[in-house]
């Protein structure tokens, strides 16, 4: 089945840049980013489908944050501008096996393990 591997995260300051990828190994179809923070559910932050056309987007990240797939090398991207510190959380890589756009964790079947992303103030 699917493994997806999130990677890129890491401690930034307010203000900064980071892109975080997801590798992934078998068919994936639409895909996207979450996040969570300790006693939160975990939150929807962007998706986009097979095609890369249209995205979707949190409107708390929404200018922010970037979206973007290359599928030849079974690759997903966010890429994430002006971080936050309420950016702090755990960042999921998601994939689907549809290939329209999900935007809530119980309509997507494979899960990274996740990349911690820190903004401090």
């Known amino acids: 089945q699917v493994q997806l591997v999130e990677s890129g995260g890491g401690l930034v300051q307010a203000g900064d840049s980071l892109r975080l990828s997801c590798a992934a190994s078998g068919r994936t179809l639409s895909m996207g980013w979450f996040r969570q923070t300790p006693g939160k559910e975990r939150e929807f932050v962007a998706a986009?489908?097979?095609?890369?056309?249209?995205?979707n987007y949190a409107d708390s990240v929404k200018g922010r944050f970037a979206i973007s797939r290359d599928n030849a090398k079974n690759t997903l991207y966010l890429q994430m501008n002006s971080l936050k510190p309420e950016d702090t959380a755990v960042y999921y890589c998601?994939?689907?096996?549809?290939?329209?756009?999900?935007?809530?964790?119980?309509?997507?079947?494979?899960w990274g393990r996740g990349t911690q992303v820190t903004v401090s103030s």
């Open positions: 998601a994939a689907s096996r549809t290939y329209t756009i999900q935007t809530i964790p119980s309509d997507y079947n494979y």
């Open positions: 986009i489908p097979w095609s890369g056309g249209t995205t």
